[in-house]
Antibody, heavy 117, light 108 residues
Framework: DVQLVESGGGLVQPGGSLRLSCAGTGFNLSRYWMHWVRQGPGKGLEWVSRINGEGNVTTYAGSLKGRLSISRDNTKNTLYLQMFGLKVEDTGVYYC??????????WGQGTLVTVSS | EIVLTQSPDTLSLSPGERAALSCRASQSVSSSYLAWYQQQPGQPPRLLIFGASNRATGIPDKFNGTGSGIDFTLTISGLEPEDFAVYYCQQYASSPYTFGQGTKLEIK
């Protein structure tokens, strides 16, 4: 059974950093593009970043470029998102999701990031 | 960046009725690279439709996606209590991938 489990969220002060993890089970994560999608409180979905199966091609949403680093460790079947210079507006639930030609098939339950002083 | 605008923001219908949700793109979505998701409160989104009209595995045929170019529609027939949720369209024709703002389907 395909499963994605995010972790690493929490409360962080503005300007702080956080690393999110997403562990995949039931499938070989290295075969897929993987993505992060976030959702602000009471808001819609926003695509954040993607990484190819080998981990050598990455893309970021324009508004977040320079403050994010997506990576993966295929030996651990795990995806990461390192976030820097966090802002209050970065608050939300961060989902990892498996890409399938650009749409998203298989989502984790999400991890909550709260940026507040 | 392709902007997706969904309408209406909220749709109030009764169980058994048919819902039609619209998604309009700011520019043509090539190859109909358009997906639809359903999100229940407190849950991650669930893929319903990809390629504008292809149902994902396990999605019943009451969910039907149509459209091309800039206009897309998700139709849900015979509404059941579990269908009342928020629905999002998403384009994957070009990066950055973008979502519509969502349509909330609520019980009338």
């Amino acid at each position: 059974d395909v499963q994605l489990v995010e972790s690493g969220g929490g409360l962080v002060q503005p300007g702080g950093s956080l690393r999110l993890s997403c562990a995949g089970t039931g499938f070989n994560l290295s075969r897929y593009w993987m993505h992060w999608v976030r959702q602000g409180p009471g808001k819609g979905l926003e695509w954040v970043s993607r990484i190819n199966g080998e981990g050598n091609v990455t893309t970021y949403a324009g508004s977040l470029k320079g403050r994010l680093s997506i990576s993966r460790d295929n030996t651990k079947n795990t995806l990461y998102l390192q976030m820097f210079g966090l802002k209050v507006e970065d608050t939300g639930v961060y989902y990892c999701t498996r890409g399938a030609g650009g749409y998203f098939y298989g989502w984790g339950q999400g991890t909550l990031v709260t940026v507040s002083s | 960046e392709i902007v997706l605008t969904q309408s209406p923001d909220t749709l109030s219908l009764s169980p058994g009725e048919r819902a039609a949700l619209s998604c309009r793109a700011s520019q043509s979505v090539s190859s109909s690279y358009l997906a639809w998701y359903q999100q229940q409160p407190g849950q991650p989104p669930r893929l319903l439709i990809f390629g504008a009209s292809n149902r994902a595995t396990g999605i019943p045929d009451k969910f039907n996606g149509t459209g091309s170019g800039i206009d897309f529609t998700l139709t849900i027939s015979g509404l059941e209590p579990e269908d009342f949720a928020v629905y999002y369209c998403q384009q994957y024709a070009s990066s950055p991938y973008t979502f519509g703002q969502g349509t909330k389907l609520e019980i009338k």
